[in-house]
Nanobody, 124 residues
Framework: QVQLVESGGGLVQAGGSLRLSCAASGLTFSRYGMGWFRQAPGKEREFVSAIGWIGANTRYADSVKGRFTISRDNAKNTVYLQMNSLKPEDTAVYYC?????????????????WGQGTQVTVSS
C-alpha cells in the first residue's frame, strides 16, 4: 500500500521559512516523479513544484520561483520543499504527490498517489 506522509507545516510570520518533508512508502521511490501542490480555502488545488526521478529536473510555479526549492533523497524515500520568504498568500494545505513520469509535471491529473496534506499558515 502506497503512503505519502507530509510533515513540517506550521504557523510562521511573513518573511519566514519552513521546510516540508514527504516520506514515501510502498512504491519504488526512485522511479516516481514527485510534486507539491497546495490548496487554499475556497480555491482549487494548484501546482507548486515538481522534481524528476533523480532530481536533475525541477519545475516551479511562477508564484514560488526563487523562493521555494524542491529536492529529494532517494536513499530516504523523501522529498522536501524548502520555502523561504513566505508570504500570507502562501497559506494553504500543502500536498505531496507521486507520478510515474520521469519528467516533472505540473498536471495534477498525472499524479497517481497523494498525501493527506500539511497546513502552512503565514501571518502578516
Amino acid at each position: 500500500q502506497v503512503q505519502l506522509v507530509e510533515s513540517g507545516g506550521g504557523l510562521v510570520q511573513a518573511g519566514g521559512s519552513l521546510r516540508l518533508s514527504c516520506a514515501a512508502s510502498g512504491l519504488t521511490f526512485s522511479r516516481y516523479g514527485m510534486g507539491w501542490f497546495r490548496q487554499a480555502p475556497g480555491k482549487e488545488r494548484e501546482f507548486v513544484s515538481a522534481i524528476g526521478w533523480i532530481g536533475a529536473n525541477t519545475r516551479y510555479a511562477d508564484s514560488v520561483k526563487g523562493r521555494f526549492t524542491i529536492s529529494r533523497d532517494n536513499a530516504k524515500n523523501t522529498v522536501y520543499l524548502q520555502m523561504n520568504s513566505l508570504k500570507p498568500e502562501d497559506t494553504a494545505v500543502y500536498y505531496c504527490a507521486a507520478d510515474r513520469s520521469r519528467i516533472p509535471t505540473s498536471d495534477r491529473a498525472e499524479y497517481d498517489y497523494w498525501g493527506q496534506g500539511t497546513q502552512v499558515t503565514v501571518s502578516s
